[in-house]
């Protein structure tokens, strides 16, 4: 598209964090292939996404101004990097098709509570990582497309439902009222200021709502670690094998006050079953996929 629209004003490559070889070259040796050649304007252009500083800064931008340093030629070059502030609106419209379903599975004026999921990042207390913003990534890249995504909700289906976000119902847009967790980390792992997916669906519960959606947002989900990881460590059923061998990811499930006893429901026959392995319902050939 670009060569379509500028033809040979610009040459367009493209480079990766890692090298892999055969596949990609390594970003900063492009960037050092293009001033051999004697280039000295650069435009680093990511994809589509939201502003990460980790990956723009830290790598993109970092990692191709200390190659360019060593070349001898960083103060005769101009760099411009293209940033896109949230995944909106693309992000919300891929969420609220995904959503849509299960939230229509209710009858209209239900209450029902959402839990935001982001996978996380690979720390969470510690100070001593190769991050140089620990604590400010959370904020800048996941929670602003959170708080995105819920007034898109709030949009789509607040007339229609009644949604709710926050603890005790609020109208907060602060991290330490809302339904926002981290997918891998609990307990300490998390640094004490952010919520697991399992704390966050306790605290629901302890406001006295019966209906709750677990949203994976903002890292894939049809990952094994993911669907794994996330499920076992936070005491959430895992999906039967047949259905993720299908892609069906869902799981519709009752669990008691502490979070124990799950009841699963057969998705034909509409029976309460007390494993997730179990077999036939009345109408003969049912099996638990809900």
Not at 117 to 122: A, D, N, S, V
Not at 208 to 217: S, Y
């Amino acid at each position: 598209m670009l060569e379509d629209s500028f033809g040979d004003w610009v040459d367009v490559r493209f480079g990766m964090y890692n090298k892999v070889s055969g596949y990609t070259e390594l970003e900063s040796d492009v960037a050092e292939q293009f001033a051999k050649e004697g280039y000295r304007k650069m435009l680093l252009a990511r994809e589509t996404t939201d502003h990460n500083r980790y990956a723009n800064e830290f790598f993109t931008l970092n990692y191709i101004k200390e190659r360019l340093c060593e070349f001898g030629v960083l103060d005769d070059m101009e760099l411009v990097q293209t940033r896109q502030v949230g995944r909106t609106p693309e992000f919300n419209a891929m969420n609220i098709l995904n959503l849509k379903p299960f939230i229509e599975a209710y009858p209209a004026g239900s209450k029902i509570a959402f839990v935001y999921i982001t996978r996380g990042l690979p720390w969470g207390s510690t100070e001593s990582t190769g991050h140089p913003w620990s604590k400010e990534v959370y904020h800048e890249n996941a929670y602003l497309n959170y708080l995105s995504w819920k007034k898109a909700l709030q949009s789509a289906f607040g007339d229609k439902y009644e949604l709710v976000f926050t603890k005790g119902g609020k109208n907060s847009d602060l991290l330490e009222d809302n339904f926002y967790s981290y997918g891998v980390y609990v307990g300490a792992n998390l640094g004490g200021h952010f919520k697991s997916i399992r704390d966050t669906i306790q605290a629901i519960k302890a406001d006295g709502v019966d209906k709750i959606i677990l949203a994976p947002c903002h890292w894939y989900f049809d990952n094994f670690d993911n669907i794994m990881v996330m499920r076992e460590i936070n005491n959430i059923p895992v999906v039967p094998k047949a259905d993720l061998e299908a892609g069906k990811y869902a799981l519709t499930y009752c669990e008691d006050a502490e979070g124990n006893q799950p009841v699963f429901f057969c998705g034909i026959c509409g029976q309460a079953k007390e494993t997730q392995d179990g077999g036939k319902g009345d109408e003969g050939g049912c099996r638990i996929n809900r």
